[in-house]
């Protein structure tokens, strides 16, 4: 029986393990290896570590848990996880060994769905990006794309203009974008490419172009996508929890969700995607998780059991 068991180890599982940690709590902590950030350089915008290799984060934080020796890292997948009636949590890892917990924080975070587009995959992490404030500062003042469409792509186009004033929206498509909305994308300057989208061609991970099947083709530095992401794990699918309209977990005070023990933190829970924020959820659940297991320990010791 462990206290916690805690389903990935991105930056909100093992912030949520270095806190339990210190607070003597049995942990085990489940890893599939498959980080949202595995193709990125370099993280930002957290305090002490911008700049830093995602890889070489995870590694630093892995390596400060060791002394926690109530703390443990297992790379396996979870492949399911029931709550039981006596509120324990039976998971199920991928030899399916049956493992039990108190309590059970899901930090598994969510996968962008990247279009299968030819180059696109191939870039992505070096000029292919999903989020302005995590790469915007490196291409500011760039030629830069954004591909998407409806709200979605507009509000990202009107967002980038905080990091430079030449923004082309490639819809690959319909761009599926009212009169009003047209109206302030062209007040922006921004130009709608509705052609559909070939290829895109780059030199050393460094975009250069984007390839319509129609026109000529648009010179780029770096291109922003929204198209939507999923859940990395079905767990919170298959435990009930509820989904926002961004496909991530609906959460309470502290990253709690409607069955009482089970927590959700990180990329997997909120709309903010940082990695910094994803650190601070991990911390936040940990503390709420904490709390909830010395009331149970402090019942059981006053009742002398």
């Known amino acids: 029986m462990y206290d916690v068991i805690i389903v990935g180890a991105g930056p909100a599982g093992l912030s949520a393990a270095l806190i339990l940690g210190r607070?003597?709590?049995?942990?085990?902590?489940?890893?599939?290896?498959?980080?949202r950030n595995a193709a990125s350089h370099a993280m930002h915008g957290f305090l002490t570590?911008?700049?830093?290799?995602?890889?070489?984060?995870?590694?630093?934080?892995?390596?400060?848990?060791?002394?926690?020796?109530?703390?443990?890292?297992?790379n396996c997948e979870v492949t399911g996880a029931i709550c039981r009636t006596n509120a324990r949590f039976e998971v199920t890892i991928?030899?399916?060994?049956?493992?039990?917990?108190?309590?059970?924080?899901?930090?598994?975070?969510?996968l962008d769905n990247l279009p299968g587009?030819?180059?696109?995959?191939?870039?992505?992490?070096?000029?292919?990006?999903?989020?302005?404030?995590?790469?915007?500062?490196?291409?500011?003042?760039?030629?830069?794309?954004?591909?998407?469409?409806?709200?979605?792509?507009?509000?990202?186009?009107?967002?980038?203009?905080?990091?430079?004033?030449?923004?082309?929206?490639?819809?690959?498509?319909?761009?599926?974008?009212?009169?009003?909305?047209?109206?302030?994308?062209?007040?922006?300057?921004?130009?709608v490419r509705e052609e559909r989208v070939l290829r895109l061609d780059g030199e050393d991970g460094r975009l250069t172009r984007i390839v319509f099947d129609a026109g000529e083709p648009l010179a780029r530095r770096a291109l922003f996508f929204t198209t939507g992401q999923t859940q990395q794990s079905a767990l919170a699918i298959s435990l009930g929890c509820e989904f926002n309209d961004k496909g991530t977990v609906r959460t309470g005070k502290y990253e709690s969700?409607?069955?009482?023990?089970l927590y959700v933190a990180g990329d997997a829970s909120r709309a903010v995607q940082w990695v910094i924020v994803a650190a601070a959820e991990g911390a936040e659940a940990a503390f709420a998780i904490n709390t909830d297991l010395l009331k149970d320990d402090l019942r059981r010791i006053e009742a002398g059991t």
């Open 257 to 261: 969700t409607h069955l009482s023990g």
């Open 49 to 74: 570590r911008d700049g830093v290799n995602p890889h070489e984060f995870l590694r630093l934080s892995r390596e400060q848990l060791r002394q926690y020796e109530t703390v443990a890292i297992r």
């Open 23 to 35: 607070c003597r709590r049995r942990v085990l902590v489940c890893d599939s290896g498959r980080p």
């Open 94 to 110: 991928e030899n399916e060994e049956r493992l039990t917990a108190r309590k059970l924080l899901i930090a598994t975070g969510v």
């Open 117 to 191: 587009i030819p180059g696109f995959a191939e870039l992505y992490g070096a000029s292919v990006f999903h989020c302005p404030y995590c790469d915007g500062w490196e291409v500011r003042d760039e030629p830069l794309a954004v591909y998407g469409r409806g709200e979605r792509g507009l509000g990202l186009s009107l967002e980038l203009t905080g990091w430079s004033r030449d923004v082309v929206l490639c819809s690959d498509g319909a761009a599926e974008i009212d009169e009003a909305g047209r109206a302030r994308l062209r007040r922006c300057g921004i130009e």
